[in-house]
Nanobody
Framework: VQLQASGGGLVQPGGSLRLSCAVS????????MGWFRQAPGKEREFVAV????????YYADSVKGRFTISRDNAENTIYLQMNSLKPEDTAVYYC????????????????WGQGTEVTVSS
């Protein structure tokens, strides 16, 4: 299983970006998919997850109301729409698939993309 994240870049505070993560797996529709991020000098942290079993989505408190995770099973792709971006959202963003364990913990995930960098600065 390979994950390819894209869509990062430089954006001003208050701006928007949409990240994509293409997944090369015929069983994509069976995977719970998550987004995590890691800022310089910090640990990787949970951002959002799309739980396959019930279609529910969950968000970190820091992004709730600003970020939206979605998926397109026909395209084997998940998205992270990020609005009202803040400087503290600056990080490398990673998509991840197929957790075995607590879905908010990065160590639960079996597959990872390479990361895409998001910088929020004026």
């Amino acid at each position: 299983v390979q994950l390819q994240a894209s869509g990062g870049g430089l954006v001003q505070p208050g701006g928007s970006l949409r990240l994509s993560c293409a997944v090369s797996a015929r069983t994509f529709s069976t995977y719970t998919m998550g987004w995590f991020r890691q800022a310089p000098g910090k640990e990787r942290e949970f951002v959002a997850v799309f739980r396959r079993s019930d279609g529910n989505t969950y968000y970190a408190d820091s992004v709730k109301g600003r970020f939206t995770i979605s998926r397109d099973n026909a395209e084997n792709t998940i998205y992270l729409q990020m609005n009202s971006l803040k400087p503290e959202d600056t990080a490398v963003y990673y998509c991840a698939a197929d957790p075995r364990g607590v879905i908010y913990q990065p160590q639960a995930y079996n597959y990872w993309g390479q990361g895409t960098e998001v910088t929020v600065s004026s």
